[in-house]
């Protein structure tokens, strides 16, 4: 038997734990009035089979419908009725074929229902979530992780979407939160905030949401953010629907094994042409880089997990300091602080984080050369990281490489591929990122 002893020093908490105080975090106002669970239907009769929705027409109060299994799996294609805000009579005289189909689907398990609201109010969700759908109201798209999961993901549904309640949903639509959120900042977080069932981490949003300080990233930071976020969501998406076998589990189980060394076997090697994972895996590398500058954290690396949660739970005390004196860096002020004008400027100028200027609208400086690399996943990113707003055309990307042989032909095909990501882009034979 091998018993290996590992020993760390340092304050222990409440909950007996070594290290960042991530217990003792406060929630953040910024955060406030935006993360929630979805609808829970309490009748499985609300439910409605994708081979049965044109039967029910014409119907605006059907919705596509997504559970957990639908983020993690594939999409079942299944609808959902939703009668929220209508009176029987009405519900009955609008919707004749939606209101027969609950009536007889719905109403028999409701009136075995011991809880006597859910007995009247039979048509409606269980919990049809008034909140909820005041966060949503409005918004073009909304950012939904499956609550217990084994790899935490998060990714933009449309807002005609209703969402089941094992989905958190953030009422948020700019992409530049989405990519915050998927990084390994946030994601280390979630673990060390969140709970567990069984061996599966758990999404707690009062914890691993609204505790969680946002980088005051400048314009520059969120738009390059913004970017590989979009980026990332329409990679999985697009390649899910190409290959309808292929499930975001897989995806980032081979993830895994790529970043842990693990050497892949044919099941895996499959996915990982399906999924394209190396280009997935990239994609995270890159967003992970550009949150750690707009955190000014360009020191640590996303796996340096302990110094990660350090700066958290600091960075979190300083914000619940500045909300204490009045001054609260919204997620989205119009809808958690209408009765408040924004100053645009203003706003800016308190968001700029406490680092360096960015350099991105500066000449570049001379270029050292790099050996060509030996496989087609770490080509593509090294082509990738040299592409800047400067324009380069192929010659002058070549010669920022070393190497023997006929490599300088893979370059045409590399560029198209970064293009077909939105990588790059080719104008009068330059390229640029």
């Avoid at 969120?222 to 999985?236: K, M, V, Y």
């Avoid at 955190?295 to 979190?316: E, F, K």
Wanted: some cysteine; aromatic content about 6%; hydrophobic content about 40%.
């Amino acid at each position: 038997m091998h018993i290996e002893l590992i020993e760390k020093t340092g304050r222990i908490h409440a909950d007996l734990s070594i290290g960042a105080d991530v217990v003792g975090a406060k929630a953040l106002r910024a955060n406030e009035d935006l993360a929630n669970r979805g609808f829970c239907l309490f009748g499985a009769g609300f439910i409605v089979p994708p081979e049965e929705v044109a039967k029910l027409q014409p119907c605006d109060r059907i919705h596509p419908y997504r559970n957990g299994r639908d983020l993690t799996d594939a999409p079942r294609g299944a609808s959902v009725i939703d009668l929220y805000g209508l009176t029987t009579d009405e519900a009955r005289s609008r919707y004749p074929a939606a209101y027969q189909w609950v009536l007889e689907r719905v109403k028999p398990e409701r009136d075995q229902n011991k809880r006597e609201s859910r007995r009247v109010n039979w048509w409606v969700f269980g919990e049809p979530n008034k909140k909820l759908r005041e966060q949503l109201a409005g918004q073009p798209r909304y950012i939904a992780t499956v609550e217990t999961a084994k790899h935490r993901t998060f990714q933009f549904l449309d807002a005609s979407i209703a969402p089941d309640n094992k989905l958190v949903c953030i009422a948020l639509a700019n992409a530049s939160a989405l990519g915050v959120l998927s990084s390994q900042v946030h994601i280390a977080w979630t673990l060390a905030t969140g709970s567990t069932l069984e061996d599966r981490p758990v999404y707690v949003k009062t914890t691993c949401f609204e505790k969680f300080p946002f980088p005051a990233a400048s314009p520059e930071q969120q738009t390059r953010i913004a970017a590989l976020a979009e980026q990332l969501d329409a990679h999985r998406k697009r390649q899910q629907a190409a290959h309808p076998e292929l499930t975001l589990t897989g995806m980032y189980n081979v993830l895994a094994k790529l970043r842990s060394g693990e050497t892949l076997n044919a099941k895996d090697k499959t996915l990982h042409e399906m999924g394209l994972v190396a280009i997935l895996r990239q994609l995270h590398d890159e967003l992970d880089t550009a949150v750690l500058e707009a955190y000014g954290w360009q020191d640590l690396a996303p796996t340096d997990t302990d110094a990660l949660l350090d700066r958290l739970v600091a960075l979190n005390a300083e914000r619940a300091a500045e909300e204490a004196a009045g001054h609260i860096r919204w997620l989205r002020p119009d809808f958690q602080n209408p009765s408040v004008a924004v100053d645009p400027q203003k706003q800016a100028k308190m968001d700029l984080p406490q680092n360096p200027p960015s350099t991105a609208t500066t000449a570049p400086k001379p270029a050292e050369k790099r050996p060509w690399p030996a496989t087609l996943p770490e080509q593509v990113r090294a082509v990738a990281d040299q592409l800047s707003p400067h324009p380069l055309d192929e010659p002058a990307l070549a010669a920022r490489f070393t190497g023997k042989g006929p490599w300088k032909k893979r370059l045409p095909e590399i560029l198209a591929m970064l293009a077909a990501l939105g990588r790059a882009k080719e104008s009068d034979g330059s390229w640029v990122g």
